[in-house]
């Protein structure tokens, strides 16, 4: 992958050019304190005391930004409390205490209220709900932590935890460029949070990732491969050729690389609406592909070549583990594994309250 062939698939590069394809954006050039505070680094680096604790060698402890509208997607911390002393029945609080730590506590927590207030300003005008990403990448990693379970975000207390919980938006923010084999490691980028509006009729089986290889289309994958839904194998022979006219017609003659992927949603009344755009390889998940097969002979993107269209068909062709669910301990149950301790003091808790405790109508 070159450095130019990423810096193209950028949404604030490419989104002007295919406006009236895509779904509607706004733009925010993020400061480099938000930047910093993405990463856990602290917000003022040439301060001897830039994180809250004294301790140069320690990142900031994960803190919300401070919210100026007091919207807030989780609850904040009023008090630095060790969870084991609650259970000592001499331990008490008095409400100055909590007073103090809960200021202590909204003290360390960063504020960004100009971002703020233009973030807020572009969610209401995107209709009260939009879905965030920085130049390259969404935080889809980190739905886990929403209240809902999606990216839908109607606030930016929202958008500042689905950024700071996200690997992937690490990703790009310090290992996009240097990834490239043509970066001297000297290029910067501006970074951008794009807002999408939010469209809660959305079907995940309607999108799709294609792959364009010597400027032609040689494959097409479902995009949420994760599911099976039968409606794919009745409409496949539909919607194939409307993807094909649309990168005919629009993808091809406007981007300028010469291998890329690009995402696609087609619509109920049959358009097709461009999504993203992502770099041949590298980091881009190939789906229902291989890179080795697309980079084969096979997908060499000969004139007249016919295009690879796949989907999942049935139950069995479900793909789960895709590094896009939750953190790995909520899924890794193998012994010794994060879920697997829990699991098995939970079970010990259980077994000591039934031996400790009467049941309800004993004497």
């Given at each position: ?53 004294g301790d140069d ?63 807020e300003r572009s ?223 939970a079970d010990e ?15």
């Open positions: 992958m070159r450095e130019e062939e990423l810096l193209r698939c950028q949404i604030q590069e490419w989104y002007p050019i295919f406006k009236p394809y895509s779904i509607r954006t706004l733009f925010h050039p993020l400061p480099d304190s938000f930047l910093r505070y993405l990463l856990g680094l602290p917000l003022n680096p040439s301060s001897p005391d830039g994180d809250a604790d060698d320690a990142p900031p402890p994960f803190l919300l930004p401070v919210s100026a509208s007091g919207r807030d997607p989780l609850p904040r911390p009023t008090a630095h409390i060790d969870p084991v002393s609650l259970l000592d029945s001499e331990t008490s609080f008095s409400s100055s205490d909590d007073d103090d730590a809960g200021e202590a506590s909204s003290t360390a927590a960063p504020s960004f209220p100009e971002l703020e207030a233009a973030v969610i209401a005008a995107l209709g009260g709900a939009a879905f965030p990403k920085l130049n390259w990448s969404a935080p889809k990693d980190a739905a886990w932590i929403s209240a809902d379970g999606t990216l839908r975000c109607t606030s930016f207390a929202d958008v500042a935890l689905l950024l700071r919980s996200s690997d992937a938006i690490a990703h790009d923010l310090s290992h996009a460029l240097p990834s490239c084999r043509d970066n001297e490691r000297s290029s910067t980028t501006t970074f951008y949070l794009a807002l999408r509006k939010w469209y809660p009729s959305l079907r995940p089986e309607m999108e799709f990732r294609c792959f364009a290889r010597h400027r032609r289309l040689v494959g097409i994958s479902q995009r949420e491969v994760t599911g099976f839904y039968p409606v794919l194998l009745d409409r496949r022979h539909e919607i194939q050729p409307l993807i094909e006219v649309f990168f005919a017609e629009v993808v091809k003659p406007r981007f300028g690389s010469e291998d890329y992927t690009f995402d696609v949603y087609v619509t109920g009344d049959g358009r097709v609406k461009l999504l993203d755009f992502n770099p041949w390889g590298a980091f881009t998940l190939p789906l229902l592909f291989s890179w080795e097969e697309l980079e084969g002979e096979a997908f060499g993107g000969e004139e007249g070549q016919a295009v690879e269209f796949r989907i999942v068909e049935s139950q069995c062709g479900v793909r789960p583990g895709l590094k896009t669910a939750v953190p790995f301990d909520y899924l890794d149950t193998a012994e010794g594994s994060g879920w697997d301790q829990f699991l098995k003091k808790e259980l077994r000591r309250q039934t031996q400790t405790t009467p049941p309800p109508d004993a004497d």
